[in-house]
Nanobody, 126 residues
Framework: HVQLVESGGGSVQPGGSLRLSCAAS????????MGWYRQGIGEEREGVAG????????YYRDSVKGRFTISQNNPKDTLYLQMNSLKPEDTAIYYC????????????????????WGRGTQVTVS
Protein backbone atom coordinates (compact mmCIF):
# COMPACT_ATOMS: atom_id res chain seq x y z
CA HIS A 1 0.00 0.00 0.00
CA VAL A 2 1.16 3.48 -0.81
CA GLN A 3 1.83 5.57 2.24
CA LEU A 4 2.47 9.29 2.32
CA VAL A 5 3.52 10.71 5.66
CA GLU A 6 3.86 14.45 6.13
CA SER A 7 5.94 16.23 8.74
CA GLY A 8 7.27 19.69 9.48
CA GLY A 9 4.10 21.62 10.17
CA GLY A 10 3.78 24.01 13.08
CA SER A 11 3.04 27.54 14.19
CA VAL A 12 5.03 30.53 12.98
CA GLN A 13 4.71 34.28 12.92
CA PRO A 14 4.00 36.13 9.67
CA GLY A 15 7.17 36.37 7.62
CA GLY A 16 8.51 33.12 9.05
CA SER A 17 9.46 29.91 7.27
CA LEU A 18 8.62 26.23 7.49
CA ARG A 19 9.77 23.19 5.55
CA LEU A 20 7.30 20.39 5.03
CA SER A 21 8.42 16.87 4.18
CA CYS A 22 6.48 13.93 2.79
CA ALA A 23 7.93 10.43 2.94
CA ALA A 24 6.51 8.12 0.28
CA SER A 25 6.61 4.33 0.43
CA UNK A 26 4.87 1.28 -0.94
CA UNK A 27 4.53 2.45 -4.55
CA UNK A 28 5.78 0.56 -7.56
CA UNK A 29 4.68 2.74 -10.46
CA UNK A 30 7.25 4.88 -12.21
CA UNK A 31 4.65 7.63 -12.35
CA UNK A 32 5.26 9.47 -9.14
CA UNK A 33 4.43 13.04 -9.89
CA MET A 34 3.63 14.57 -6.56
CA GLY A 35 2.26 17.72 -5.08
CA TRP A 36 1.03 19.65 -2.08
CA TYR A 37 -2.53 20.72 -1.40
CA ARG A 38 -3.99 22.67 1.47
CA GLN A 39 -7.36 23.13 3.08
CA GLY A 40 -8.32 25.95 5.39
CA ILE A 41 -11.29 25.84 7.74
CA GLY A 42 -14.49 26.03 5.75
CA GLU A 43 -12.61 26.06 2.46
CA GLU A 44 -12.10 23.60 -0.35
CA ARG A 45 -8.86 21.73 -0.75
CA GLU A 46 -6.68 23.59 -3.24
CA GLY A 47 -3.49 22.81 -5.07
CA VAL A 48 -0.42 24.61 -3.76
CA ALA A 49 2.38 23.12 -5.85
CA GLY A 50 3.12 20.14 -8.04
CA UNK A 51 6.21 18.61 -9.59
CA UNK A 52 6.51 16.54 -12.76
CA UNK A 53 9.06 13.87 -11.99
CA UNK A 54 9.83 13.26 -15.67
CA UNK A 55 10.60 16.84 -16.65
CA UNK A 56 11.44 18.27 -13.23
CA UNK A 57 9.01 21.09 -13.90
CA UNK A 58 7.35 22.62 -10.87
CA TYR A 59 3.97 24.32 -10.80
CA TYR A 60 2.59 26.75 -8.23
CA ARG A 61 -0.62 28.53 -7.47
CA ASP A 62 -0.25 32.26 -8.01
CA SER A 63 -0.52 33.23 -4.35
CA VAL A 64 2.59 31.24 -3.37
CA LYS A 65 4.85 31.90 -6.36
CA GLY A 66 8.17 33.32 -5.25
CA ARG A 67 7.59 32.22 -1.65
CA PHE A 68 7.18 28.42 -1.82
CA THR A 69 9.49 25.89 -3.44
CA ILE A 70 8.62 22.25 -4.13
CA SER A 71 11.39 19.70 -4.54
CA GLN A 72 12.23 16.00 -4.31
CA ASN A 73 15.28 14.16 -3.09
CA ASN A 74 17.40 12.04 -5.44
CA PRO A 75 15.66 8.68 -4.93
CA LYS A 76 12.43 10.71 -5.29
CA ASP A 77 10.92 9.10 -2.24
CA THR A 78 10.70 12.30 -0.24
CA LEU A 79 8.86 15.44 -1.27
CA TYR A 80 9.54 18.85 0.26
CA LEU A 81 7.79 22.18 0.39
CA GLN A 82 9.91 25.08 1.53
CA MET A 83 7.63 27.89 2.61
CA ASN A 84 9.08 31.36 3.15
CA SER A 85 7.50 34.73 3.90
CA LEU A 86 4.48 32.99 5.35
CA LYS A 87 1.23 34.91 5.63
CA PRO A 88 -1.82 34.35 7.84
CA GLU A 89 -3.76 33.29 4.74
CA ASP A 90 -1.36 30.36 4.34
CA THR A 91 -2.87 28.83 7.49
CA ALA A 92 -4.30 25.42 6.58
CA ILE A 93 -3.80 21.71 6.78
CA TYR A 94 -1.26 20.77 4.12
CA TYR A 95 -1.61 17.44 2.35
CA CYS A 96 0.93 15.53 0.34
CA UNK A 97 -0.41 13.99 -2.87
CA UNK A 98 0.78 11.41 -5.38
CA UNK A 99 -0.79 11.77 -8.83
CA UNK A 100 -2.16 8.92 -10.92
CA UNK A 101 -0.66 10.37 -14.07
CA UNK A 102 1.92 12.81 -15.28
CA UNK A 103 0.94 16.40 -14.65
CA UNK A 104 1.31 19.54 -16.70
CA UNK A 105 0.68 23.22 -16.36
CA UNK A 106 -2.96 22.73 -17.30
CA UNK A 107 -3.90 20.02 -14.86
CA UNK A 108 -1.48 19.87 -11.93
CA UNK A 109 -4.02 21.36 -9.51
CA UNK A 110 -6.90 18.99 -10.32
CA UNK A 111 -7.82 16.88 -7.30
CA UNK A 112 -9.31 14.12 -9.44
CA UNK A 113 -5.83 13.32 -10.73
CA UNK A 114 -4.59 12.52 -7.25
CA UNK A 115 -4.28 8.81 -6.54
CA UNK A 116 -3.07 8.93 -2.95
CA TRP A 117 -3.26 11.42 -0.11
CA GLY A 118 -1.31 11.85 3.08
CA ARG A 119 -3.10 12.60 6.34
CA GLY A 120 -1.99 16.20 6.45
CA THR A 121 0.02 18.48 8.69
CA GLN A 122 -1.21 21.71 10.26
CA VAL A 123 0.43 25.01 9.39
CA THR A 124 -0.62 28.03 11.42
CA VAL A 125 0.62 31.55 10.70
CA SER A 126 -0.35 34.14 13.29
Amino acid sequence: HVQLVESGGGSVQPGGSLRLSCAASGYSSIVNCMGWYRQGIGEEREGVAGINVETGTAYYRDSVKGRFTISQNNPKDTLYLQMNSLKPEDTAIYYCAMFKTYISGDNWHRRELVGYWGRGTQVTVS
